[in-house]
Every structure is written in structure tokens, then in C-alpha cells.
């Protein structure tokens, strides 16, 4: 474990990466698994020692080989091949789009069809601004401190390639949705895992996190509501986080992309807590809340210097979010709050049904707060993960999604979404309770 910086620094530390740099001069950085072994994902090219590549080189990247394919894509595959799957596998809303929101988009093109400027409309940054006052007291610039993004995948990405430096290390809790350590990878840092449990309600702690703190470490990268778990944490539980950030001079990277599909809980953002809005890089958007997954626009709250660098990666990047797609949310943020609501309390609804139907089945399952995936065991069934998942999907032709991706902590489990009719949901729980009956 590291020791917190000096009082006395003769140079105060950038958390800006060098962009430009010429890295550290080593391979690939992998993944750690604190507490394990690290585990070494990729590493320089080999050569015969007169810079000559040993064998045929490679026509792709040494950070895109290292980079393991989405663990979660093979399964919806499989299912796409196949007739009447239920599918409790992709993790988007079920329900389109509010039609006042898809009107507004399609009524836009009608008025411009150009890009808007490189950060987004100023209009809708002035209403996320808005948005994230109302809602948990913060107040954003929307000029010098928000940017569109193209989701919060595009968001994370950036954030990543800004903040960090070849070898600097992240701290990521895990499960974690599968995007997280490969943002961290391919910025050429390591992304080093923290495992988090059941019986501690899926939520990481300070000590867990000051642990795993080197020198090397930079950043964390924290998701709540969590994918895959819908783990949801404490205010308690943050304000040890931020402690922790604040002790070592560590930026904070929060997705936050479910903060309004939580239930008897209230989410806490981790920018609005003391002293973290100048350390944290805040991640939203409109996919989940608002059924917009295919409009692919989301946001960055940040402090202006990170802003400001993490534009000059977007504009080189995407140049600016889809024009249509700003006009819509825009017209979310105004008036979508009731259809929010109304989406919260079917999925609600859901949650219980489908909570309650796997321990009945006999798969012990944490109840979630948050997000709109539940996260059963299966290890005592004496399949893995994986395994448990391929045959539920060809034997019953219900697709769930093994929980081996989302980190070391997800074996022996699995992912099951309930972003799906009631119906569908019913139908799912009685083919996996025929298919634990018979492998048990």
C-alpha cells in the first residue's frame, strides 16, 4: 500500500495524462487481481535482439491483442441463431422511446442537419446542469464544465485516454460492467480489480480500496447502480471512497449512468459529496432512464482543465454527438420526468417478481437496489458459469449471461436482466426452475 502524498510537493501533479508522451517504454500493461496473482494480459513483441520481430509480426496492435473480446457477446450470438428465446441477456429497456422525445428528434432534422459544436448543443448543457442541481445540489458550468458524448461508453473512453499515462494503475471494483477495465487498457494503464461480495451487499469498502493503492495508482473507476449486481452504495460507504481519493490525490471516475432506477434507497452522487466535484470525472446519460439506447448520447461533468483536454480528444475522436440525438434529450430533460417514473415503477414491479422467483427456484440471489439485473448463484450446482448458461440457453432456450465476465467475483454466478415484459419474466422463471430441477 502506498503512503499518502507529502503536505509538501515541490510539484503539484497534472491529472492530465501526457497524451503526447512517448509512454514508459514498456509492453502492454494486463490486469491485476489485488489480492491474487497478477495476471499478465499482453506484453512486448518479441524480437531476435537486432530489432528484427521474431516470426510473422502482427498486423493488429499488441493493446488491441491484449484486449480480451466481450465475454457477454457469444451468448447473444448463440440466441441469435435460434427461435423463441427468452432473452433476460441484453441490458436495455424493453419500452421505446416516450414518443413526445422520438418527435422531437425526428421534428429536428426538419431544422438542422449539421454538427452541432464539438462539446454539444449549449442549450441541453444548460439543462444537464439544471438536471444535476435539482436532483443532488451540484452545480455545473454548462460551458467550460460539460461535454455530449456519444453514451457513456464513448464518455469512459475519453476520460480514460485524458487522465492517464502508460503504467499508471486504476482501482475497479469488480463485478463491473465488462467496458471498465478495457477503457483503462486501452489508455495503456492497468486496470487492478477489487473484488466485492454478496454478503457485503456487492459494495466495495475504503479499506478494500486503500489496499490496493501503489504508487502507481492514478484513479478509481466506480459504476453504482452497479452492472451486473444492481448493487447500489451507501452514502456511508461513499464518503469512505472519497476519503480515501482525497488522502492519496486520487481522480474518481463514476458512471453513473442508473442513478434513477433505484428502489427504497436513495443514490448518492459521488460528486456532490464534500470536496469531490474538483476531483471527480461524473458519467450520465439518457440510454437507461429514458429508454434511449439506440440515441447513443450521454455526458461528462468534469473540472474545466479536464473538460477542456477531454474535448480535444472528442473532437478528434467523433467531432461531435449526433445532432437528432441532442434534440431529443433535450426535450427528455424537459419533459420526461413522468415517463421516468412510470418505467421505475414497472421495473420495480419486476424486480420483486423475478427476486423472489429465483430463491424460490433454489438460486440464492442478493436483492438489487438499483439498475435492472439480478445476479443469482449457480456454483453450488456443480456447473460453472458458463456452462450453467449454455445449456439454459439450448436446453430451455432462455439466454441469461454468465457472470465470469464481469470479473473474478462474478464465477459462479449469473447475469439475469429484468428490463422485459412480466410476462416474459414468468415464462423464464418456470424453464430455469424445470432446468435446475433436472441437473440438480
Known amino acids: ?42 506484453g512486448p513483441h518479441q524480437s531476435n ?31 441469435a441463431t435460434m427461435t423463441d428465446v427468452i432473452s ?11 414518443e413526445p422525445i422520438r418527435l422531437a428528434g425526428q421534428r429536428s432534422v426538419d431544422v438542422t442537419t449539421r454538427y452541432t459544436s464539438n462539446s454539444g448543443m449549449l442549450e441541453l448543457r444548460e439543462a444537464i446542469a439544471d438536471h444535476l442541481e435539482n436532483l443532488y445540489g451540484v452545480r455545473y458550468d454548462p460551458v467550460k464544465e460539460i461535454l455530449i458524448t456519444v453514451g457513456v461508453s464513448e464518455g469512459m473512453q475519453i476520460a480514460a485516454l485524458t487522465l492517464l499515462n502508460p503504467g ?25 480489480l477489487v473484488p466485492t461480495h454478496a454478503d457485503n451487499s456487492f459494495q466495495v469498502t475504503g479499506d478494500e480500496i486503500e489496499a490496493a493503492i501503489t504508487p502507481a495508482t492514478r484513479a478509481i473507476l466506480i459504476g453504482y447502480p452497479n452492472n451486473p449486481t444492481g448493487a447500489v452504495m451507501s452514502r456511508e460507504r461513499m464518503l469512505d471512497v472519497a476519503r480515501i481519493a482525497e488522502r492519496y490525490d486520487l481522480m474518481v471516475m463514476s458512471d453513473e449512468i442508473y442513478d434513477r432506477l433505484v428502489y427504497g434507497v436513495e443514490h ?12 471527480t470525472v461524473l458519467m ?52 420526461g420526468e413522468e415517463y421516468v417514473r412510470s418505467m421505475h415503477a414497472e421495473y420495480d414491479r419486476r424486480r420483486r417478481v423475478i427476486v423472489d422467483g429465483f430463491n424460490t427456484i433454489g438460486l440464492p440471489t442478493f436483492e438489487p437496489r438499483g439498475a435492472f439485473y439480478t445476479f443469482p448463484q449457480v456454483s453450488h450446482l456443480g456447473l460453472s458459469s458458463e456452462d450453467f ?14 457472470g465470469d465476465p464481469f470479473g473474478p467475483s462474478g464465477v459462479g454466478y449469473i447475469r439475469a436482466c429484468y428490463a422485459t415484459s412480466m410476462e416474459k419474466i414468468e415464462q423464464a422463471l418456470e424453464h430455469i426452475e424445470r432446468f435446475v430441477r433436472r441437473i440438480a
Open 1 to 42: 500500500m502506498a503512503q499518502p502524498p507529502s503536505e509538501v510537493q515541490t510539484e503539484p501533479r497534472s491529472v492530465i495524462g501526457q497524451v503526447n508522451g512517448n509512454g514508459n517504454g514498456g509492453g502492454m500493461p494486463g490486469v491485476l487481481v489485488h489480492g491474487g496473482t497478477p495476471h499478465l494480459v499482453g
Open 49 to 79: 535482439g537486432v530489432g528484427v520481430p521474431a516470426g510473422p509480426r502482427s498486423r493488429i496492435s499488441r493493446r488491441v491483442r491484449a484486449m480480451p473480446a466481450s465475454g457477454i457477446r457469444r451468448f447473444f450470438d448463440i440466441a
Open 88 to 98: 433476460l441477456g441484453v441490458g436495455e429497456p424493453d419500452f421505446i422511446t416516450p
Open 168 to 192: 499508471d494503475e486504476v482501482i475497479v471494483p469488480e463485478p463491473c460492467f465488462v467496458a471498465y477495465p478495457a477503457a483503462v487498457m486501452m489508455a495503456d494503464a492497468t486496470p487492478v
Open 389 to 402: 448458461a449454455e445449456r439454459l440457453l439450448h436446453e430451455e432456450h432462455v439466454a441469461v449471461v454468465p
Open 268 to 279: 448518492t452522487c459521488f460528486a456532490a459529496l464534500p470536496g469531490m466535484q474538483e476531483r
Open 284 to 335: 450520465g446519460g439518457f440510454s437507461k432512464s429514458y429508454a434511449m439506447t439506440g440515441w447513443r448520447l450521454g455526458w461528462i461533468a468534469a473540472p474545466a482543465d479536464c473538460i477542456e483536454a477531454m474535448t480535444r480528444v472528442h473532437q478528434y475522436a467523433i467531432m461531435s454527438a449526433p445532432t437528432m440525438s441532442q434534440y431529443a434529450a433535450l426535450e427528455a430533460l424537459r419533459i
